[in-house]
């Protein structure tokens, strides 16, 4: 219960105004129709018995009654149209607040989640509900909450009758009830066993359907080995759903016949009730509907309440996922980070990647200074592009400490302390965005064209991207309409351009010519030489 409470908190918080709506909306919309039952009696009396019907003391005659009723049936009407348009706006605002919760979560945990298969199994549950569940979670306590008052007005009804009808009309749901609770649990728990094997067909999809891998896949021949695995892993997860399925399809037929006996005997009774004189037939009309509304109702709430139960446990999640907590963050009295470097020192580093078994650094030590160009060679896996992730904090030394102007990079304010560092990867974002922006990115909160077109010159990019459509303005890559690809060497200087743009004091370069031809190198160097001059501490990273 805990868990649909957070939830609905949640939705109050998205749209508290539609919110509160809904529940005014679903009040008015389960307690007229059982007012128009109500009026029913006395129409149809009033049809049998002499055409005047006395409603609460007022006297109304045949026509007057059926305008009633078909007054309150308008005015049901016009609340659904209301409630449905209510509804249809907050669904879309609360996908738009859940999807804004999970990327803003996302975009601050740290790294070393990205390394754990369990934080990948965490975020897939959360990603694939998100959108439909705490919607539910609203519709399923609207309609409990609808259920509990026509099933309160449905009781009265029949208690006029009979109290052993409420009896056989409640009994008759509650193996239905605990046929729902297990499929529950059974659907949850099949589903949570299996995150990693949905997973896979997801990345199968992808790997099928992505232009990144389209080269690739289509080069050799890849398609029809992924095909066959995505098919084998859903035709076993059909498989399984369908036994679960089809073992309770059994169970619940068995629930069907139970409530069709319950519907038999007690019409009979009613009947009997009838012809022997003691009810009217507006009171044999009337109490036959309520106990086939109750009988309804009751499904409708055990529907209600064993989704409730269902999207709590599906809806952990996504609460999940977004309980979780990064670790690395700026100190309480943190430092501002210097606007001119002298010195950049790695001392005595130690440090593996999470679940690892073997350190990638190990008693590492550098020291890199303004005005020179440090050059980190390695062969691959010496660690080199992990200096740069513990430069930046994106992780944590195990042991050591990388230290700025003598300053431990842990003391610094994290955001002043990566927005004082440029870098640029080895595997570099393309941003399917346009020219502009793609470099403005180096330093998005504080754009200036002119630095933009100073970073693409010194680049050596620009003349590249005056060539395209749009210039500037042009966007990159083919995801988009209008969008100009470009070859790898343009997208690395492309990258460069960023990465200058932001005109930090440290720059780091991680294999920054890889793509590029030998004018492009020449022209890389040149600039180096002009960083060099600024006093920039620059650090160059290179395979042997």
Same mark, same amino acid.
């Given at each position: ?23 005014? %909306?679903?009040?008015? +919309? ?88 369990? %934080? ?17 979670? +609203? ?82 021949? +890849? ?24 073992? +309770? ?296």
């Amino acid at each position: 219960m805990k868990q649909v409470l957070k939830a609905l908190n949640m939705i109050r918080l998205c749209d508290e105004k539609s919110f509160w709506l809904r529940i005014i %909306y679903v009040v008015i +919309l389960n307690a007229l129709p059982m007012l128009n039952l109500y009026i029913l009696k006395f129409l149809v009396d009033s049809v049998t018995e002499g055409n005047v019907a006395v409603i609460m003391g007022v006297q109304m005659d045949v026509y007057t009654t059926l305008g009633l009723f078909c007054a309150i049936f308008l005015l049901n009407r016009f609340v659904g149209v209301l409630n449905s348009v209510n509804n249809d706006i907050m669904q879309q605002r609360l996908i738009d607040y859940i999807s804004e919760r999970m990327q803003h979560q996302s975009a601050r945990l740290d790294m070393s989640y990205f390394d754990n298969p369990t %934080y990948h199994d965490t975020y897939h549950r959360a990603q694939q509900e998100a959108s439909y569940r705490p919607i539910q979670i +609203l519709n399923g306590f609207m309609g409990l909450l609808g259920s509990l008052i026509s099933i309160t007005i449905i009781v009265m009804m029949l208690a006029t009758a009979s109290g052993w009808i409420i009896v056989v009309m409640v009994a008759a749901v509650v193996p239905s009830f605990i046929v729902r609770i297990i499929k529950s649990r059974q659907i949850y728990a099949f589903r949570r066993n299996n995150t990693q094997n949905y997973r896979r067909t997801s990345y199968y999809t992808s790997l099928l359907g992505g232009r990144d891998f389209a080269k690739e896949m289509r080069t050799f021949g +890849l398609a029809p080995f992924f095909r066959k695995r995505f098919v084998d892993i859903r035709k076993a997860l059909v498989t399984d759903l369908v036994r679960i399925s089809r073992r +309770l399809g059994v169970y619940d037929s068995i629930c069907a016949i139970v409530e069709t006996a319950a519907l038999f005997f007690v019409t009979m009774f009613l009947i009997m009730s009838a012809v022997n004189g003691s009810i009217t037939v507006g009171s044999f009309v009337v109490l036959f509907e309520a106990f086939r509304r109750g009988q309804s109702q009751l499904t409708s709430l055990v529907s209600s309440i064993t989704g409730l139960y269902d999207n709590r446990l599906f809806i952990g999640n996504l609460f999940e996922f977004l309980d979780l907590e990064p670790t690395i963050l700026s100190p309480k009295d943190a430092k501002p980070f210097p606007k001119h470097v002298t010195s950049v020192e790695f001392r005595d580093i130690t440090f593996r990647y999470p679940k690892m078994e073997r350190d990638v650094l190990s008693h590492f030590n550098l020291t890199a200074r303004a005005g020179e160009v440090t050059q980190i060679e390695g062969e691959n896996g010496f660690g080199k592009t992990t200096l740069l992730k513990l430069l930046l904090r994106l992780y944590d030394t195990d042991q050591g400490a990388v230290l700025i102007d003598g300053v431990d990079v842990r003391e610094y304010d994290l955001k002043g302390l990566r927005h004082g560092i440029g870098a640029i990867f080895q595997d570099y974002v393309r941003f399917y965005c346009t020219a502009e922006e793609n470099i403005a990115f180096g330093d998005i909160e504080n754009y200036d064209h002119d630095r933009v077109l100073y970073a693409a010159e010194l680049a050596g990019v620009d003349k590249y991207i005056n060539k395209l459509p749009k210039g500037f303005d042009t966007p990159l890559g083919r995801m988009f309409d209008d969008g100009e690809e470009l070859s790898m060497g343009q997208w690395q200087r492309i990258a460069l351009a960023r990465q200058l743009y932001s005109d930090a004091p440290v720059l780091i370069f991680d294999e920054p010519t890889a793509w590029m031809d030998v004018p492009s190198r020449d022209k890389f160097y040149k600039t180096l030489e002009m960083l060099k001059e600024q006093r920039k501490v620059i650090i160059l990273i290179k395979h042997v």
